[in-house]
């Protein structure tokens, strides 16, 4: 190892961290103009009834392509938003997005259905998130009960003590509360009892588990009874065989969501789903045994 190779090294290594700090640089100052310019988008992933097969929620997720360094991972997003004291601002986006999209169907005639927003750890602890969704439910003109907040089980552990009494605030506005990502994080048993959701989603490293090691079964089963012993109804997501589909659908799980079923879509292409959906287009998904 000569001692040139050594500054080559050396060199390439603080050009590489020259490189990153200037992406997050332009990223972070490119992010403020996307929120305040609305060129942030918007994609929906529907959500299935296991017993009806229809679509009967979607969740809205973040997309953002930089004109430079192209698409952006919405965990990125959500990281330099935090970072760089936007987190409201997003999140603020996010939600009144969702709405108004949701707001939208309805107005053309087709049947309700719930949209789900995810909330980043800092504008669930560090915002007045009752006061933004009251805001912004009474800005789109969209019924309580039409939107669901997602949390992930971290998020909720970030302040085990007011956790409980933030999520019943929520819930006393009519929207519905969805624990996301459930099985990753670090959330105890006796926390879970003492939080409002009415759904939990079973995060696709599970179902993932699940197409690779049949063994899993039991897992996913008592996940799915504590759910339901605990009156919340279940979500999973990532589902890209039939096999597990059939696999959840016989443990009882309620929902569905993956590739299997839809990709995320833009607002016009969940529209002509719902318009044509009569569950048939799923016909060739098992049916949910008594
Ligand atoms: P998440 O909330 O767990 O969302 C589900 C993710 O799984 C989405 O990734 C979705 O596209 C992906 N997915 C759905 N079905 C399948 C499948 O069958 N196979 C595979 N491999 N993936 C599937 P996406 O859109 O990249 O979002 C990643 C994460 O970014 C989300 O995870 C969520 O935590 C966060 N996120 C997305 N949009 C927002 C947002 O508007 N606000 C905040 N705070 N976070 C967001
Ligand atoms: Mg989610
Ligand atoms: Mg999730
Ligand atoms: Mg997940």
Redesign the pocket.
Known sequence: YSAKSERLCCRLFDQEMEDRALRRRILTEDLVRAIDQDRLQ??Y?PIVSMRSRRVVQV????RWRHPHYGEI???EV?KLAEQSGLAES??LW?MTQACRQNMVWRQSGLPPIQVS????PM?YSRFDLVAMVDAVLRETGLPAEQLVI?V?EDTTMQDIEASPQLLSRLRRLGVELAL??FGTGHSSLSHLKRMPFQKL?I??AFVRELEQAPEEIAMIQAIIHMAHSLGMEVIA????QFSSHRQLSRLGCDYA????LY??LTGGEVQRVLRDDSGLSLAALPEREA
């Open positions: 918007q994609l992933q969740e809205a997720l973040l991972s919405p965990l959500v997003l999140n996010v927003v995810n909330i980043s504008s997602e992930t996301d990502d989603k995060d696709k997501e990532g589902i890209e969501q993956g590739y299997l990709k995320p």
